[in-house]
């Protein structure tokens, strides 16, 4: 994978973080000494986008995360599996599959924006 906003969600779900109801104090304590400081704050960034996009009302983006980038549990996809994934998610929606890219490109920018913001506090 090229993006880094890509990776750091597939990570997060690797980790098992993906759970909706994980708060960002567990999410600290779960983090805790595993990370480096970069490293805490790509997962909390995650974190962040998927509420941040929640609150805006782009919940649509944050369902295509978790069903595109998270069904693995972040293991490394095989080829093709995150374009199944999108035709997967598209198909159960209704909704277009180019539809569903452009979701995941506001989160994955959203994501950038954030990580940029959290790396001139480091």
Not at 27 to 32: F, N, Q
Not at 41 to 57: F, I, K, N, S
Request: hydrophobic share 40%; aromatic share 10%.
């Amino acid at each position: 994978m090229k993006d880094p906003a890509v990776r750091a969600f597939l990570k997060y779900a690797r980790l098992g973080l993906d759970r909706r109801a994980l708060t960002s104090a567990e999410l600290a304590l779960r983090l805790r000494g595993s990370f480096t400081e970069v490293g805490v704050a790509e997962l909390m960034t995650v974190y962040d986008t998927l509420r941040m996009l929640e609150a805006v009302g782009k919940g649509e983006s944050a369902e295509a995360v978790r069903a595109v980038y998270f069904r693995g549990r972040g293991r490394t996809p095989r080829k093709n599996d995150i374009s199944y994934a999108v035709l997967r998610f598209a198909r159960e929606r209704s909704m277009d599959e180019r539809t569903v890219w452009r979701r995941l490109y506001e989160a994955r920018r959203l994501y950038t924006v954030l990580l940029k913001g959290q790396m001139e506090k480091i």
